[in-house]
């Protein structure tokens, strides 16, 4: 044979031609040629270059015919030796011999057909004048050859690996499915200290939205953030009203807002405000009639394809299809019925992963899909039993195949639906415990598992978060989150990462540090660093080196000195007054707590009177100190009251006066 250019399909052997059709296939072997056919002379002179460059290799590597040829070996001595040795290895040593030539070296044995033409060849290329007996490399013998054929390779198939051997055994797939959920580490972020029922991530994973019962909206930016865990932006966007359902648009430049109040909000990545949809009528009785909705929203969310479009479901009954573009009316109005034709309140909608259909679950325990192509008359898929009535069904997500759907409801239940077979539920999971109406559920993204979380009940410490096989209904795991109700948890398949809300207002985000990508990795690393403030002197130093020490200003070189002397002066400190260190009644003691006490220590006695002594006693011992030194009414008399003059009765001052001599 001659030697072949190697081309970009199949590397295919074939001894049985002969000379003349291994020169046709050497030339038109690889990409063939282009133009004229060269001629015999130009052939020549590849040759003598090829052996040029032969020599060449072989005087600088001590090799010869690099590439080109392969050596010429004893063949039958080489099978007999490998006959021997096939022998002599033990059943773990041939399994192993036969991985690895089947990893490694493909040689031809002369136990295969001469018809298989499409066999591949990999390595080396065969020599030129290779005759149909001779072989390359030391052959493989039979009872190996077959042996590793079998184990090696599955039935039905030469040249491909089955299922089974990619997958494993039902066993390592369950095994597989606990490790896939990324719960090797966790960050836990603060969002406040009330429940948090409304969760979002942006669909490329860069940011996270988190809303609560307590009117708050906060938007994490895991780019932006350090290890510290904070939000760049928190804001009220619905007033005085509980944040129930949060979604990014699925080109991540808008979030839709649903909250206690009957409009619902669109606001921008950065939280400012977009749209705000129009409220209805309350006094018309037929709610098609109305452009907007007229009581409390329950949930609402984004069309998975077109843009612009998203649905809100209410209280008053309905269910409302929404454009950006006209925010001032709904697009369609969908009015889900009970069984006697009364209408009933949707709890949750969703769109399927597809969006040609709308689904919704009522407060009647039914769940109703309409197609989203035609009108929104009549229903496509109903189920009245769904969930036990006058209980509010919570979520329903589709899987992302499409062709599975599970619901949680109130009645302490999951269910998992196929779609093909709309009747039964596949499989109930009970004893799950839910006390918010916003608690959800979701697929994996592989569609091999389901979760949900639970609400605590008397007795339990930590509420959990469970995950259930999709296949054998069996529970996987549970990851125990906090001493506190879990809501909601999303599994973001970019990210690779779970986030959870939780009812005492922390979000926690699992992550995995092999699998798991961006996202809260990148908060993790970042250090967080302490900005320190820039102070700034209010006044100017006015300097007077030849000044009075009395007027003279001490020279402050650094500000630090100057705080901590004025950290010492009670006057710019504004030191507080120092606590009474004796006495009862606080600082009201000082001076008496009443204004009898208040007049006897400052204006009455100086001293303590005795109980035991008489009273007439105590006050006539001041009497003669009363007329010597007056204190309360003739000082204050004393500058205006006029000197008295009294009249003598008698000329010689003794005996009663005479009635009939004349007064002068």
Same mark, same amino acid.
């Given at each position: 044979?001659?030697?072949?250019?190697?081309?970009?399909?199949?590397?295919?052997?074939?001894?049985?031609?002969?000379?003349?059709?291994?020169?046709?296939?050497?030339?038109?072997?690889?990409?063939?040629?282009?133009?004229?056919?060269?001629?015999?002379?130009?052939?020549?002179?590849?040759?003598?270059?090829?052996?040029?460059?032969?020599?060449?290799?072989?005087?600088?590597?001590?090799?010869?015919?690099?590439?080109?040829?392969?050596?010429?070996?004893?063949?039958?001595?080489?099978?007999?030796?490998?006959?021997?040795?096939?022998? @002599?290895?033990?059943?773990?040593?041939?399994?192993?011999?036969?991985? %690895?030539?089947?990893?490694?070296?493909?040689?031809?044995?002369?136990?295969?057909?001469?018809?298989?033409?499409?066999?591949?060849?990999?390595?080396?290329?065969?020599?030129?004048?290779?005759?149909?007996?001779?072989?390359?490399?030391?052959?493989?013998?039979?009872?190996?050859?077959?042996?590793?054929?079998?184990?090696?390779?599955?039935?039905?198939?030469?040249? @491909?690996?089955?299922?089974?051997?990619?997958?494993?055994?039902?066993?390592?797939?369950?095994?597989?499915?606990?490790?896939?959920?990324?719960?090797?580490?966790?960050?836990?972020?603060?969002?406040?200290?009330?429940?948090?029922?409304?969760?979002?991530?942006?669909?490329?994973?860069?940011?996270? /939205?988190?809303?609560?019962?307590?009117?708050?909206?906060?938007?994490?930016?895991?780019?932006?953030?350090?290890?510290?865990?904070?939000?760049?932006?928190?804001?009220?966007?619905?007033?005085?009203?509980?944040?129930?359902?949060?979604?990014?648009?699925?080109?991540?430049?808008?979030?839709?807002?649903?909250?206690?109040?009957?409009?619902?909000?669109?606001?921008?990545?950065?939280?400012?405000?977009?749209?705000?949809?129009?409220?209805?009528?309350?006094?018309?009785?037929?709610?098609?009639?109305?452009?907007?909705?007229?009581?409390?929203?329950?949930?609402?969310?984004?069309?998975?394809?077109?843009?612009?479009?998203?649905?809100?479901?209410?209280?008053?009954?309905?269910?409302?299809?929404?454009?950006?573009?006209?925010?001032?009316?709904?697009? /369609?109005?969908?009015?889900?019925?009970?069984?006697?034709?009364?209408?009933?309140?949707?709890?949750?909608?969703?769109?399927?992963?597809?969006?040609?259909?709308?689904?919704?679950?009522?407060?009647?325990?039914?769940?109703?899909?309409?197609?989203?192509?035609?009108?929104?008359?009549?229903?496509?898929?109903?189920?009245?039993?769904?969930?036990?009535?006058?209980?509010?069904?919570?979520?329903?997500?589709?899987?992302?195949?499409?062709?599975?759907?599970?619901?949680?409801?109130?009645?302490?239940?999951?269910?998992?639906?196929?779609?093909?077979?709309?009747?039964?539920?596949?499989?109930?999971?009970?004893?799950?415990?839910?006390?918010?109406?916003?608690?959800?559920?979701?697929?994996?993204?592989?569609?091999?598992?389901?979760?949900?979380?639970?609400?605590?009940?008397?007795?339990?410490?930590?509420?959990?978060?469970?995950?259930?096989?999709?296949?054998?209904?069996?529970?996987?795991?549970?990851?125990?989150?906090?001493?506190?109700?879990?809501?909601?948890?999303?599994?973001?398949?970019?990210?690779?990462?779970?986030?959870?809300?939780?009812?005492?207002?922390?979000?926690?985000?699992?992550?995995?540090?092999?699998?798991?990508?961006?996202?809260?990795?990148?908060?993790?690393?970042?250090?967080?660093? %302490?900005? !320190?403030?820039?102070?700034?002197?209010?006044?100017?130093?006015?300097?007077?080196? !030849?000044?009075?020490?009395?007027?003279?200003?001490?020279?402050?070189?650094?500000?630090? %000195?100057?705080?901590?002397?004025?950290?010492?002066?009670?006057?710019?400190?504004?030191?507080?007054?120092?606590?009474?260190?004796?006495?009862?009644?606080?600082?009201?003691? /000082?001076?008496?707590?009443?204004?009898?006490?208040?007049?006897?220590?400052?204006?009455?006695?100086?001293?303590?009177?005795?109980?035991?002594?008489?009273?007439?006693?105590?006050?006539? %011992?001041?009497?003669?100190?009363?007329?010597?030194?007056?204190?309360?009414?003739?000082?204050?008399?004393?500058?205006?009251?006029?000197?008295?003059?009294?009249?003598?009765?008698?000329?010689?001052?003794?005996?009663?006066?005479?009635?009939?001599?004349?007064?002068?």
């Amino acid at each position: 044979m001659n030697k072949k250019a190697i081309s970009f399909g199949k590397i295919s052997l074939n001894v049985k031609k002969t000379q003349e059709e291994d020169d046709e296939v050497s030339s038109t072997s690889g990409f063939g040629t282009f133009g004229r056919t060269p001629i015999q002379e130009h052939k020549e002179i590849e040759e003598i270059a090829d052996d040029l460059e032969n020599q060449h290799v072989h005087q600088v590597m001590g090799i010869k015919n690099f590439g080109k040829k392969a050596k010429n070996f004893d063949v039958e001595a080489m099978v007999e030796e490998a006959r021997k040795s096939a022998q @002599e290895a033990a059943k773990r040593k041939l399994e192993e011999e036969a991985s %690895k030539s089947d990893e490694t070296e493909k040689p031809s044995s002369s136990s295969q057909n001469d018809d298989d033409e499409d066999d591949e060849v990999i390595g080396p290329l065969p020599p030129p004048n290779l005759k149909q007996d001779e072989e390359i490399g030391p052959p493989i013998p039979a009872d190996l050859n077959s042996k590793a054929s079998k184990k090696g390779k599955p039935k039905g198939s030469d040249n @491909e690996d089955s299922y089974d051997d990619l997958s494993g055994s039902d066993e390592e797939e369950v095994l597989t499915l606990e490790k896939r959920i990324p719960n090797s580490h966790e960050v836990e972020m603060q969002h406040g200290t009330k429940a948090v029922v409304a969760l979002a991530v942006d669909p490329s994973g860069a940011r996270l /939205a988190t809303g609560s019962i307590d009117y708050e909206v906060s938007f994490w930016d895991f780019a932006g953030m350090d290890a510290s865990m904070r939000s760049f932006r928190t804001l009220q966007p619905c007033e005085n009203h509980p944040i129930k359902a949060l979604q990014y648009s699925t080109t991540g430049d808008s979030i839709l807002v649903v909250s206690g109040s009957a409009q619902a909000k669109v606001l921008d990545r950065d939280g400012f405000e977009v749209l705000e949809c129009v409220k209805g009528d309350q006094y018309i009785a037929d709610m098609a009639k109305t452009k907007g909705h007229t009581a409390s929203l329950n949930s609402g969310c984004w069309h998975p394809h077109i843009r612009d479009e998203f649905m809100t479901c209410a209280q008053d009954g309905t269910l409302r299809l929404w454009m950006t573009e006209n925010p001032k009316q709904h697009k /369609a109005v969908i009015k889900p019925r009970q069984q006697g034709g009364l209408k009933t309140n949707p709890t949750a909608c969703a769109f399927s992963r597809d969006g040609n259909t709308v689904a919704c679950g009522c407060y009647d325990g039914s769940i109703q899909m309409w197609d989203h192509r035609k009108n929104f008359v009549n229903t496509t898929t109903l189920l009245r039993d769904a969930h036990q009535k006058q209980t509010e069904i919570c979520s329903i997500a589709y899987s992302y195949l499409g062709s599975y759907l599970t619901s949680r409801g109130n009645d302490d239940t999951l269910k998992l639906w196929d779609l093909r077979n709309f009747k039964k539920p596949l499989h109930v999971f009970p004893d799950l415990f839910s006390r918010y109406e916003q608690t959800d559920c979701s697929f994996s993204p592989d569609d091999n598992m389901i979760f949900t979380g639970e609400s605590l009940q008397r007795g339990q410490d930590v509420g959990r978060l469970r995950f259930y096989n999709t296949k054998t209904f069996e529970l996987v795991t549970q990851l125990e989150v906090t001493k506190s109700h879990v809501i909601k948890a999303i599994w973001h398949a970019k990210l690779n990462q779970l986030f959870v809300s939780c009812g005492n207002g922390v979000v926690k985000c699992y992550y995995d540090q092999k699998r798991s990508l961006r996202g809260a990795k990148l908060c993790v690393v970042k250090t967080h660093r %302490k900005k !320190h403030s820039v102070e700034v002197m209010s006044s100017q130093q006015i300097i007077t080196p !030849h000044a009075l020490p009395l007027f003279r200003q001490e020279k402050l070189r650094t500000s630090k %000195k100057r705080m901590e002397k004025d950290r010492l002066d009670p006057l710019k400190s504004r030191r507080p007054d120092l606590p009474i260190t004796s006495g009862q009644g606080g600082r009201v003691a /000082a001076s008496g707590s009443t204004l009898s006490s208040f007049v006897i220590r400052n204006l009455g006695l100086s001293k303590r009177v005795d109980d035991e002594q008489d009273p007439r006693e105590a006050i006539l %011992k001041y009497a003669k100190d009363a007329e010597e030194n007056p204190f309360w009414v003739a000082p204050a008399y004393k500058k205006t009251q006029p000197k008295a003059i009294f009249q003598n009765t008698t000329e010689d001052g003794d005996g009663p006066s005479d009635p009939k001599k004349p007064k002068t």
